[in-house]
Each structure stands twice: as structure tokens, then as C-alpha cells.
């Protein structure tokens, strides 16, 4: 099982990245993505994920606005576009495998695999 993020980098506030997350190894459709982000000195936190068809996305409640959740089963590829970033947004951000596929949980127990993570910096 491996997964891939891409699409981070160095933007100003203000600005939009689009987070990609490639998968392969398993059964992608059959199982929910989730996205964490770790910002230094700071835990990991839940910014939300997307159920084994796309059709339900969930967000974490300060993160509703900004960024939205989809997924390609073509691809094997789940996406996270952030918008309007500020500088509490800076992290490093993963998707992860769920274990389930119904729904994307806010518990990182219930994710069986990682990715290496994409660094996300909003400075001016």
C-alpha cells in the first residue's frame, strides 16, 4: 500500500493550493481518505475525508469553508483544495487509508496507512 501527496508549497495568504493524493497497493474504491495536517509544535489534526464513493465528505467544523474533499476511482487520487489560506494553515499535510469505507473518521486509529505528508507554507 502506498500513498502519495503532492501539490504543496510556499503560497500567500490569500492564495489556493490543490492537495493531490495518489494511492495504489489496494482496493482504492472500497475505502474512505482521510486528510491530517501537523503544523510544528502541534498535534496532528483531523481536516476531513471522503467516503469510498465521494458522495459523502466530511470536514472538521473550522475547515468548512475553505476546503473541499473530492476523489477520482479512475485515478486512484483523492484531492484536497484549500482555499483562501491563511498562516495558521501552514503544515504538513497526509492523507491516510481509512479502514472503513463508509465514512472518513476523525480518529487517526481508524486509519491503517499513511502518506510521507506535503508541506504547505502560507507566508507574504
Known amino acids: 500500500v502506498q500513498l502519495v501527496e503532492s501539490g504543496g508549497g510556499l503560497v500567500q495568504p490569500g492564495g489556493s493550493l490543490r492537495l493531490s493524493c495518489a494511492a495504489s497497493?489496494?482496493?482504492?474504491?472500497?475505502?474512505?481518505i482521510g486528510w491530517f495536517r501537523q503544523a510544528p509544535g502541534k498535534g496532528l489534526e483531523w481536516v476531513g475525508g471522503?467516503?469510498?464513493?465521494?458522495?459523502?465528505?466530511d470536514y472538521a467544523e473550522s475547515m468548512k469553508g475553505p476546503f473541499t474533499n473530492s476523489r477520482d476511482n479512475r485515478k486512484n487520487t483523492v484531492y484536497l483544495q484549500i482555499n483562501n489560506l491563511e498562516s495558521e494553515d501552514s503544515a504538513v499535510y497526509y492523507c491516510?487509508?481509512?479502514?472503513?469505507?463508509?465514512?472518513?473518521?476523525?480518529?487517526?486509529?481508524?486509519?491503517?496507512?499513511w502518506g510521507q505528508g506535503t508541506q504547505v507554507t502560507v507566508s507574504s
Open positions: 491516510a487509508k481509512s479502514k472503513r469505507g463508509f465514512k472518513a473518521s476523525v480518529t487517526g486509529d481508524d486509519y491503517d496507512h
Open positions: 497497493g489496494f482496493v482504492f474504491m472500497d475505502y474512505a
Open positions: 471522503v467516503n469510498w464513493d465521494g458522495n459523502r465528505r
